[in-house]
Nanobody, 127 residues
Framework: QVRPVETGGGAVQAGGSLRLSCTAP????????LAWFRQAPGKEREEVSC????????HYVDSVKGRFTISRDNDKNTVDLQMNDLKPEDTAMYYC????????????????????WGQGTQVTVSS
């Protein structure tokens, strides 16, 4: 199975920015809606943001609204997550996933993940 590859993580101070990128060699991402998830130490993985199959709809978990922006580039076969005004509570391993075409029409919740989890990219925000 094709496994996504996430890049762009790092260590920043609170208020800083990072841009995460994800691709999945061998998988055509424009066949899917796409999403970013994160998992902090000791916590369950949670949905962060998704972008619909058409690219017309985006949704975010409340804690990142106004700070994070998801985008997709079907020509490059990538999905990015621009993260601004980062907070210590954003510290986590971030993962991307392809989800079903019917996902992400009205909410970021309840996504149906179609790809194995990649290695993720670590984001660490210090206060």
């Amino acid at each position: 199975q094709v496994r996504p590859v996430e890049t762009g993580g790092g260590a920043v101070q609170a208020g800083g920015s990072l841009r995460l990128s994800c691709t999945a060699p061998g998988l055509t991402l424009d066949d899917f809606a796409l999403a970013w998830f994160r998992q902090a130490p000791g916590k369950e993985r949670e949905e962060v943001s998704c972008i619909s199959f058409t690219g017309r709809s985006t949704h975010y978990v409340d804690s990142v609204k106004g700070r994070f922006t998801i985008s997709r580039d079907n020509d490059k076969n990538t999905v990015d997550l621009q993260m601004n005004d980062l907070k210590p509570e954003d510290t986590a391993m971030y993962y991307c996933a392809a989800v079903t075409r019917s996902d992400c029409k009205t909410t970021v919740r309840g996504l149906h993940v179609m790809t194995p989890w990649g290695q993720g990219t670590q984001v660490t925000v210090s206060s």
